[in-house]
DNA sequence: CTTTTTTTGGTCAGAATTGGTCAAAATACT
DNA sequence: AGTATTTTGACCAATTCTGACCAAAAAAAG
């Protein structure tokens, strides 16, 4: 496991130990792992950004921090939110932060993340010519999760 | 005995080993069998698709891996077997046919198939060339089953 | 109160590290 | 000989890691 994971487990832990709010310096944390500063905004950005489910403040200067907050919101609300923000087409990397998201927020089990992401895989998806994958995942991925919300969990 | 069945032989045993999930690097694997790095990816597309039940899942970059699972369960097989009989075309009759005797033999749960079922959708497909669909629904199909058994339902 | 210094974090581009695709060439099979 | 499978290599794509340079906020100095 590389670097990145590593930071971004113990970011993680930080939060669910705090009760889904984690304050770090961004310079201690890069000592306390061995790697530069911008290693940190590197897991931040591809670990936690508002694609994923959180939000993240920071302040420079004396005292300065970065914060990241899980955010939560109820079910039907953050799936419609989801669905909106899927346009007409959607990329592997932000179907990957979608379905992730969705499996963070509880709004769908691990299992069905699962079954999500192999629905739009580059494999599922070869059939088609590749000008048009983009906007399958979208139409895939939106109408899985509006099924997802249809029927409440372990129905 | 050529190059390609050597390795698969070798993934095999690796697979058998770890109790059913093999963690391989490809240049790793090419240079151990000194091959080209991309004769990896014939043995796994001939070898290990999922139609003979296995999952394929792989990851680019620092840190990337191949993974290769097998199916064994009872489940998996009856799974695998499903798989195996989707051909290379699906029409809409077929896949409703499949995705509800999955659930009628409890391979997937009740929501688990409205996700199928929306995933296969004609909405869900609408961005793809009419000619494309039926492919596209065998595919996205085998590939959500083969995930369906990967993890145990209610993981 | 303004200026300067110090203390934080941010950005971005490039290098390094992995795996993927595709089609031509080589080989095996029938 | 003709077809199917295997092997190879050139080119592509994704992810991670690093460092030089930038920007903001607080603290210290004047």
Redesign the interface.
């Known amino acids: ?2 670097i ?2 590593i930071i971004a487990r113990f970011i993680l832990d930080e939060i669910s130990e705090t009760g889904g709010c984690a304050e770090l310096q961004r310079a201690e944390l890069a000592q306390r792992f061995k790697c530069v500063p911008s290693q940190i905004n590197y897991v931040i950005s591809t670990r936690f950004a508002p694609e994923h489910g959180y939000i993240v403040e920071s302040r420079r200067g004396g005292n300065g921090y970065i914060r990241i907050t899980r955010l939560r919101s109820p079910a039907g609300q953050l799936v419609s939110r989801m669905i909106g923000a899927i346009g007409l087409e959607l990329d592997q990397a932000a179907a990957e932060a979608i379905i992730s998201a969705a499996a963070g927020a509880g709004l769908i ?4 993340a ?6 739009v ?1 580059p ?7 590749r000008e ?1 994958r983009a ?2 995942r ?3 991925l ?3 999760l ?3 919300a ?2 409440p ?3």
């Open positions: 496991m590389g990145t994971d089990s691990k299992r069905e699962l079954l999500l992401r192999s629905a895989s494999r599922a998806l070869a059939a088609a010519p048009d906007r399958l979208a139409g895939i939106k109408n899985m509006a099924a997802s249809a029927e969990p372990e129905g």
